[in-house]
Structure formats: structure tokens, C-alpha cells
């Protein structure tokens, strides 16, 4: 049982355009959200995050939504940039240690 | 250290022998997560250590696993009699549990194993 989703496992975006990465959590339990992107042969390194209180969280280019009801949250990258092309990774925890992460998205940035 | 060291980077063993990763927190960290990331799949949990207490071994594939860490530091993930199916990069990760807001995960580079 997959508690955390990322239904799209590529995506390609025009450089200057806005990215959209979506996940999906099945646990209402969860309360906080992160974000992390992998370059190959890399660690993920964190890119940001989210409480549950919120439903909105920006740092720069980069935007994170959360709705709550429908168990769903989304990363905004705008503008897109060719370096923003990697793997990005949702993850999940209720209680603050423990977290669950999804398949991941390759994003492509065209130049 | 500037961050968490994993070694070694590359690992190519023979089906049934066993394995020893090897993982330096970043310093001050209380915490540490071993994960694994096989083809194509997204970061299993395996294990995670906090301070003194119990581990939670519930991520564990098998009893072919173990971990321990040593003097709340460095960390060892063994495989004993490892499987094909133990091929995957295992990635290390500690935190600092500050009890309140998210609890930002670390990660070192990675070992790749590869098992013939």
C-alpha cells in the first residue's frame, strides 16, 4: 500500500515556463511535507517544506501548495531553469521522524 | 563533517556474500535513516536511530539486515548473504530533532550495490 503517490513519473517543461509536480497521500495522519530533488549518482538534497497548517509555502522560485481535503499536494517551479532538471521526490510523516516517500518525477527543462 | 559520508560509493559483490555500508553523520545529529532506492522505484525506509533509543527496525526487508550505530555516530548497515534483489543504492540520512517544525532529512551521496 503506496501511502504516498506521484502518479507522473516524467515531465517536461519549456525553460521560462512554470513546472508543476503533483503528489498524492492517502494518510490523513501526516503532518509535514517535504520536498527533495535528486541529480544522479547525487543524495536528494531538501528543497522545501510544509506543515499542515498551511497551505502555502514559497522560497523563491519555488512554491509548495497543500490541500488538505483532497490529500494532495504540489511543487510550483517558476520560472524553470535547465538546471532545475532532476528527479524530484514528495515525502510525508506524521509525528516529525519517520517519512514516506513517493516514486518520484524526472523533470525535464528544455532549453 | 560538511555532510553525511557514505563508503564505500560503489559495491560489486557475488551472490551470498555479505556487505558492510558504511555512514558518517553530519556532526551534532541525532538522528539517522538508512533508506534504499532500487531501479526505478522511489526511497524505501529501512531504519532510524535517535539517540539512545530503540531503533525502528520496521523498514528492514529481512533478517538478513542489521544496523547499529556505534557511540550515536557512525552507522553500519550489514547484508549477510546477499540477493540480486539486494541491488540498489542505500542512502544514508541524519537530522537534528529540534521537537517542533519539519524535521529536514540530510542525505550523503549514496553506496551502489550491485549484486552478480
Known amino acids: 500500500d503506496q501511502q504516498v503517490k506521484q502518479n507522473s513519473p516524467s515531465l517536461s517543461v519549456q525553460e521560462g515556463r512554470i513546472s508543476i509536480l503533483n503528489c498524492d497521500y492517502t494518510n490523513s495522519m501526516f503532518d509535514y511535507f517535504l520536498w527533495y530533488k535528486k541529480y544522479p549518482a547525487e543524495g536528494p538534497t531538501f528543497l522545501i517544506s510544509i506543515s499542515s497548517i498551511k497551505d502555502k509555502n514559497e522560497d523563491g522560485r519555488f512554491t509548495v501548495f497543500l490541500n488538505k481535503s483532497a490529500k494532495h499536494l504540489s511543487l510550483h517551479i517558476v520560472p524553470s531553469q535547465p538546471g532545475d532538471s532532476a528527479v524530484y521526490f514528495c515525502a510525508a510523516s506524521s509525528g516529525t521522524y519517520k517519512y514516506i516517500f513517493g516514486t518520484g518525477t524526472r523533470l525535464k527543462v528544455l532549453a | 563533517g560538511a555532510g553525511v559520508s557514505q563508503s564505500p560509493s560503489n559495491k560489486v559483490t557475488e551472490k551470498g556474500k555479505d556487505v558492510e555500508l558504511r555512514c558518517d553523520p553530519i556532526s551534532g545529529h541525532t538522528a539517522l535513516y538508512w533508506y534504499r532506492q532500487s531501479l526505478g522505484q522511489g526511497l524505501e525506509f529501512l531504519i532510524y536511530f535517535q539517540g539512545n533509543s530503540a531503533p525502528d527496525k520496521s523498514g528492514l526487508p529481512s533478517d538478513r539486515f542489521s544496523a547499529e550505530r556505534t557511540g550515536g555516530s557512525v552507522s553500519t548497515l550489514t547484508i549477510q548473504r546477499t540477493q540480486q534483489e539486494d541491488s540498489a543504492v542505500y542512502l544514508c540520512?541524519?537530522?537534528?530533532?529540534?521537537?517542533?517544525?519539519?524535521?529536514?532529512?540530510?542525505f550523503g551521496a549514496g553506496s551502489r550495490l550491485t549484486v552478480l
Open positions: 540520512a541524519s537530522s537534528f530533532l529540534a521537537g517542533s517544525g519539519a524535521n529536514v532529512l540530510t
